[in-house]
């Protein structure tokens, strides 16, 4: 059975950091690309950055510079180091793995960025 859990979620005041991280189980992690997904009140899911299995990393313009994500796959877990956090960062953040036509989701942790 696969299973993706994210930890790391919570409070913080703008300007903070939070450092959230995803468990993967059942699948051989190092073949998958990973991902982490935001997805905002009233929003449509957004992908915030995603590494591949080869490590290259890509992030969506809002995060670049303050976003940066990471895998380990002896641990088959992805992190997100999220600095500099903003009231518009304010999402449920989903870590999402990816193989060709496998395509696998968390459940989602929530981030909220306020005074």
């Known amino acids: 059975q696969v299973q993706l859990v994210e930890s790391g979620g919570g409070v913080v005041q703008p300007g903070g950091s939070l450092r959230l991280s995803c468990a993967a189980s059942?699948?051989?992690?190092?073949?998958?690309?990973m991902s982490w997904y935001r997805q905002a009140p009233g929003k449509q899911r957004e992908l915030v950055a995603g590494i591949t299995t080869g490590g290259s990393t890509n992030y969506a313009d809002s995060v670049k510079g303050r976003f940066t994500i990471s895998r380990d796959n002896a641990k088959n877990t992805v992190v997100l180091q999220m600095n500099t956090l903003t009231p518009e960062d304010t999402a449920v953040y989903y870590c999402?793995?990816?193989?060709?036509?496998?395509?696998?989701w968390g459940k989602g942790t929530l981030v909220t960025v306020s005074a």
């Open positions: 059942g699948i051989s992690f190092s073949y998958y690309d």
């Open positions: 999402n793995a990816r193989r060709s036509r496998l395509d696998y």
